[in-house]
Structure formats: C-alpha cells, structure tokens
C-alpha cells in the first residue's frame, strides 16, 4: 500500500535539550561559625556527635571519634569527625545536623570523605529536607 500523502508535512523541530547540570557542591569554607566560643554548647554538641556516631556505626563501638572542625550556624550544624582506628570504610565524615534551642542536635545527613576536601552525601534521615546538597567542599 502506498501512503495516500505525497505532500511531506512539516514538523518543527525538537527542541534540544540539554542534560541538567549537576548543582555546585555547598562549600562550608565561606561560613562563620556563631557558637563555637559557647564552651556549653560545643559540650552538647561533643556529646551528641559521640551519641550519633557509635549509633550509625553500631560495629565500631570501641573507636574514639575527634571532631577535626565544627561549623554552628545556629539552627544547622556541621560536625568533620574522624575515627580512630579509622576501620569506618572513609578517612571523615561531616555530620549535618539541626538543632532547637534547649534540645540535642539531630542528625538529618552523613557525608564521607571522597577525595582532596570534597565529601559526597553517604545517608540521609527519612524526613531530611529534599533539597539537601549531594556535595560539600570544607578543607580538612
């Protein structure tokens, strides 16, 4: 059968798309801590960050766990520990946490050690925001 049509029907043409661009990793290097002078608080946060990390890393109970930076900008916190021994699978992980005044931070995201001072998103708590940074730059 023969194609009744003999006129060629114009299309316009697709529209190129472009691949979406990854977004640019948040870099902490630019940031001012607000409390880290408050000796309480950085108690609290010592504390909690101890809590978080024998709980995420239930097998690893006996290591000691060293905050190498803390970064408080008041309702968000960002914590770069290290384990020793470090038998964790990544040299550093930067802690995400949020924190309410009179309450203990909570953990919302993990971020481990990728390569130089970028750390790639590791886990994320089931309620963390959506628009949580899959990279984070903060020099070691």
């Not at 194609?3 to 630019?30: M, R």
């Not at 203990?104 to 390569?115: E, F, G, K």
């Amino acid at each position: 059968m023969v194609w009744p049509f003999k006129k060629k029907i114009d299309t316009p043409p697709k529209p190129q798309q472009t691949a979406p661009q990854p977004k640019k990793a948040l870099d902490l290097n630019a940031l001012t801590s607000k409390g880290f002078d408050n000796p309480e608080r950085r108690a609290q946060i010592e504390a909690a960050m101890t809590a978080v990390c024998h709980d995420d890393f239930p097998d690893n109970e006996e290591n000691i766990w060293t905050i190498r930076k803390y970064l408080d900008l008041k309702k968000m916190i960002f914590v770069m520990m290290e384990a020793e021994p470090n038998d964790v699978g990544y040299d550093m992980f930067v802690f995400s946490m949020r924190i309410a005044p009179g309450q203990t931070p909570d953990s919302i995201a993990v971020y481990a050690l990728d390569q130089g001072d970028d750390f790639f998103l590791l886990s994320t708590v089931s309620d963390c925001p959506s628009d949580a940074p899959r990279h984070i730059q903060w020099e070691i």
